[in-house]
Structures are given as structure tokens and as C-alpha cells.
Nanobody, 124 residues
């Protein structure tokens, strides 16, 4: 079992930056691959970024590639999503998640644990 709590959301103008944090309690991050997902009103939850258990590989949705960076600090049981050059279409609730899977880490269906979400609003 692992409990996840996101923080760092807020409102920002287009072109700005935010850093989301995800704190874990229970089993350590090193037991899971970790991902960030987002859900805008009226839309399905979508993949944003993921990182392997070891932290050696990262994956990004095409829509955020080059702007967002996922990272982990296993010693602190923390995960981060640095978001730069934000756009209004990035507005959504962002969720931190953990999965036992080592293969399907870009697929929302394979995630076992979820945080409560944090709102990110980008104004034009």
C-alpha cells in the first residue's frame, strides 16, 4: 500500500511555470513506477508523464514533451513534475499515481494507487 498526496497546483498565466510535488507514505517509490495524469472538465483522464522504478527512463505525452519534466527523489519519497511554458490547454486536475506494472506505465488502467489531485489553471 502507498498513499499519495499532491501539492503545488495553482493559477498561472500562459508561459509561466509550476512545479507539482507528490509525497508518498507507506511503501517506497522504488517499489513502483510513477506517473502523472490530468483530467480536464468533460474529458477523460489522460497520461502526462511517467518514470520507471529506477528512475532511468522517462516518458511523456506528445503534448507536454519538451515543456514538462518528471523526476523522483527516492530518498525523500517525493516525485515532481516541473511544468514550463504552460498553455491554457494544460488546465486540468493533475493526479499523481503509482503502478506495479513495469511495462504499461503510460496506461491509466494499470495504475494501482492515486492521489486526490491538484488543480492547475493556466490563463491566456
Amino acid at each position: 500500500q502507498v498513499q499519495l498526496v499532491e501539492s503545488g497546483g495553482g493559477s498561472v498565466q500562459a508561459g509561466g511555470s509550476l512545479r507539482l510535488s507528490c509525497a508518498a507514505s507507506g511503501r517506497t517509490f522504488s517499489s513502483y513506477a510513477m506517473g502523472w495524469f490530468r483530467q480536464a472538465p468533460g474529458k477523460e483522464r489522460e497520461f502526462v508523464a511517467a518514470i520507471t522504478r529506477s528512475g532511468d527512463k522517462t516518458y511523456y505525452a506528445d503534448s507536454v514533451k519538451g515543456r514538462f519534466t518528471i523526476s523522483i527523489d527516492n530518498a525523500k519519497n517525493m516525485k515532481y513534475l516541473q511544468m514550463n511554458s504552460l498553455k491554457p490547454e494544460d488546465t486540468a486536475v493533475y493526479y499523481c499515481a503509482a503502478t506495479y506494472s513495469s511495462i504499461f506505465i503510460m496506461n491509466v488502467r494499470y495504475y494501482n494507487y492515486w492521489g486526490q489531485g491538484t488543480q492547475v489553471t493556466v490563463s491566456s
